[in-house]
């Protein structure tokens, strides 16, 4: 039960991730005095130490429990896509840095999410026979 609480930390932080890079991306470009207060790489970097803090914490237990390969890769992928977004910030375009970010905490939300189904899904370990 208490992977269950990680993955819901992780839904947040990565919710929050979307909506940070959304902001941070996009509304500078609708009211672009807002740009020189939208660049702080704390932020980031705090952001993506919770992640990597927390990702394991909810995939591996899930998936000693359920053994769902995909479910594993997509979060894996969306925390790779995380570090790339941050990696490659003040080289590309903040939409395009942000972009690859958002879609990388997307991808993370979707693993948590999927990792609560199938977990409440298969009570027991090695009970899926049906995925």
């Known amino acids: 039960m208490k992977k269950v609480v990680w993955d819901r930390i992780g839904i947040a932080f990565s919710s929050a991730c979307v909506v940070h890079c ?17 660049h702080s790489s704390w932020v980031h970097v705090t952001v993506l130490f919770t992640m990597l803090f927390t990702t394991p914490f909810a ?5 000693k429990k359920h053994g769902l390969t995909w479910i594993l890769a997509t979060a894996l992928g969306g925390l790779l896509l ?3 977004g941050i990696l490659i910030e003040g080289k590309v375009s903040d939409q395009m840095s942000h972009g690859v970010s958002i ?3 997307l991808l993370l939300v979707i693993g948590h999410g999927k990792n609560i189904q199938h977990s409440h899904r298969h009570p027991h370990p090695h009970a899926h026979e049906c995925c």
Do not use: D, E, R, W
Request: charged share 0%; hydrophobic share 60%; glycine share 8%.
């Open 22 to 38: 959304v902001m941070v991306a996009f509304l500078p470009l609708l009211f672009p005095f807002l740009s020189q207060y939208t």
């Open 59 to 63: 995939f591996i237990p899930g998936y």
């Open 82 to 84: 995380v570090i790339l």
């Open 103 to 105: 879609f990388g905490s």
